[in-house]
């Protein structure tokens, strides 16, 4: 039983389209994010969304759209794919971070050709 | 500007002896750090924190170590097995962070049998 799951796993799609990555956390938690994981591996935040209204919103381009139609989801929209956006993308929830922090997806490992 | 730092990418140990992982943070307002553990394909795993109140915590085999003057923090796994090689992400939150970990690039253990 996932405690969150993304959608999908892989992604590989051409420059120029527009793409969604799902996320479903069945936790109960009140927060969930978005991070991105670059070339350098590095986790940087992009987006977090508490009780579906937007709390972080880091520097991205607006390409990039996260929506939440309630507080388990949390969907990643991206316009007009460049080849820069190629990284892992992973969703995490939390519950006021607690003493446990975040729950993380698995990633979802977009390439941009 | 990266507020957390991991400057090992990669550590070798050989099993049963201990690894240590290390990581630096330049942000005087963190006062709650965790570390996780990556495996491939898979998200970050919660696996220990501290409170800056505190200077250790111990789970088993994991012991975490806060030097708050240092701004230093590090993991000891003991004895140190297989199944532990994977990738080890430091995380940092604080006051004014809006419930956001700020992570460092994480360091790859590798346990040799």
Known sequence: ?113 | DQQVKQNSPSLSVQEGRISILNCDYTNSMFDYFLWYKKYPAEGPTFLISISSIKDKNEDGRFTVFLNKSAKHLSLHIVPSQPGDSAVYFCAASGAGSARQLTFGSGTQLTVLP
Not at chain 1, 50 to 64: A, G, M, W, Y
Not at chain 1, 72 to 83: D, G, P, R, V, W
């Open chain 1, 1 to 113: 039983d996932t405690a969150v799951s993304q959608t999908p796993k892989y992604l590989v799609t051409q420059m120029g389209n527009d793409k969604s990555i799902k996320c479903e956390q069945n936790l109960g938690h009140d927060t969930m994010y978005w991070y991105k994981q670059d070339s350098k591996k590095f986790l940087k935040i992009m987006f977090s969304y508490n009780n579906k209204e937007l709390i972080i919103n880091e520097t991205v381009p607006n390409r990039f759209s996260p929506k939440s139609p309630d507080k388990a989801h949390l969907n990643l929209h991206i316009n007009s794919l460049e080849l820069g956006d190629s990284a892992v993308y992973f969703c995490a929830s939390s519950q006021d971070l607690g003493i446990r922090g975040y729950t993380f997806g698995s990633g979802t490992r977009l390439t941009v050709v």
